[in-house]
């Protein structure tokens, strides 16, 4: 439902696992007229069912796996613009993936956190004032947060 509000055609994930809410933002893009999804996952069965599972529901053209270390595998050839981030992998690591994506963010782009609670160092960063973000909980334990400019 975010991703089609805001048009997402540039969406980031961290943690694939089987790809279940892959398909749901690839499905998102697909509305949307098209785009690019980026998800990471380092457990390498996983992102061969997650491969599987993209291919069954007709979205790989939508998608890429990279499989590894979401700090090494969004270190690089990023796109430009990013409109939407799903941070689902270990929490502990949440800001420094952040941190990555950061300078490819719109402003107005959304990043949903899930378990963020578990990650206060990340909600600190969202949440801060002068962080350059709006930041809400959202549901149950999410953390719901909208870049605000460019720069901030
Ligand atoms: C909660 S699951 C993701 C669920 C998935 N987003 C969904 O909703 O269908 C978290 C996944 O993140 C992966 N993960 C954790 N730390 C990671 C890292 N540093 N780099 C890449 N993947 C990681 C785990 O292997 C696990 O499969």
């Given at each position: 439902m ?64 990279r ?44 990043i ?41």
């Amino acid at each position: 439902m975010l991703a089609r509000s805001i048009g997402a055609r540039s969406i980031i994930e961290f943690g694939t696992s089987f790809g279940i809410s892959t398909l749901h933002l690839a499905a998102a893009l697909k509305d949307n007229g098209g785009g690019h999804l980026i998800s990471t996952e380092f457990e390498p069965s996983k992102v061969v069912r997650a491969r599987e599972n993209i291919i069954k529901a007709n979205l790989s053209d939508l998608v890429e796996i990279r499989e590894g270390d979401a700090l090494e595998t969004l270190a690089r050839d990023l796109p430009e613009t990013i409109d939407l981030v799903l941070l689902d992998g270990a929490k502990a690591l949440f800001p420094r993936v952040l941190s990555l994506l950061e300078a490819h963010l719109r402003a107005g782009a959304l990043i949903i956190a899930d378990n963020a609670d578990w990650s206060p160092d990340y909600l600190a960063k969202v949440r801060s004032p002068t962080g350059g973000y709006f930041s809400v909980p959202f549901g149950s334990d999410v953390e719901l947060s909208m870049k605000l400019s460019v720069s901030g």
